[in-house]
């Protein structure tokens, strides 16, 4: 038990026991000297505890500092590795984000390869029936101009036919307008006569009655004056 005790103890722990070992190998050696060697020896202890003492102290306060300090670093470090775990984790995620995304494209790529003979005889294909439609679209533009121009041939000669149909017409139209202004005219001037006429009954009208009226008032004058 005491063999592990000291196996077990620090460094500073074993000086400490060889030095009571020491001190007390000293104290039996001094039974056998004098008186004087005694007192020497005596002061030569106290000096030894007192040096053991205080190198215990120090070993002691240096273990408290080595601790606390020890217990801060673990802290930091306990930190540290939370921050690392958490970028960590982060890191992950976007390589498991990456690594989608490139099986992703990896999966296209191999479908185009795998498929590439596949995709060229189905573009040329396409690109064979967008050629063909193309060229029958182009007829049919063709053959559509060639439509219209014949339509725009025959209205052009429709127009011309109609307007020499339509001449003789004209004519006769201008000639009536002619006669219908000169009847018109004709009809204008009769009405101011007609106007004219009852203008003038209507003056001779009014003198006439005034005449009348100047007589028939002139004899009853006549006829006060006989009475």
């Known amino acids: 038990m005491a063999e592990n005790d000291i196996q077990n103890s620090k460094p500073e722990e074993l000086d400490t026991i060889d030095t ?11 039974a056998d000297t004098p008186e ?6 005596i002061q030569k202890i106290a000096k030894d505890t007192t040096q053991v003492v205080a190198k215990g102290v120090s070993s002691a306060f240096e273990s408290a500092t080595t601790a606390v300090a020890e217990g801060f670093q673990a802290t930091k470090e306990v930190h540290n590795a939370a921050k690392e775990t958490n970028s960590a984790k982060q890191e992950l995620k976007q390589m498991q984000e990456h690594l989608a995304q490139d099986k992703q ?5 191999d479908y185009v390869q795998s498929s590439f003979d596949q995709i060229i005889a189905e573009q040329e294909k396409i690109f064979a029936e967008t050629a063909q439609v193309m060229s029958d679209q182009s007829t049919q533009v ?5 439509k219209k121009n014949q339509l725009i041939q025959k209205l052009e ?3 011309v ?5 339509i001449k003789p017409y004209k004519e006769v ?7 219908l202004d000169d009847i018109s005219k004709t009809i204008s001037e009769a009405q101011r006569g007609v106007k004219n006429a009852e203008a003038q009954l209507k003056e001779v009208t009014e003198k006439r009655d005034a005449a009348v009226a100047s007589a028939n008032k002139a004899l009853e004058n006549s006829q006060a004056r006989q009475l």
């Open 20 to 30: 009571q070992v020491t001190t007390s190998n000293e104290q039996n050696e001094s």
């Open 36 to 41: 004087p060697s005694k007192s020497q020896d």
């Open 105 to 109: 494209d990896l999966e296209h790529r």
């Open 142 to 146: 063709d053959l559509l101009t060639v």
């Open 157 to 159: 000669q429709q127009k």
């Open 161 to 165: 036919d109609d307007e020499a149909k």
């Open 173 to 179: 139209a201008a000639t009536a307008k002619g006669r």
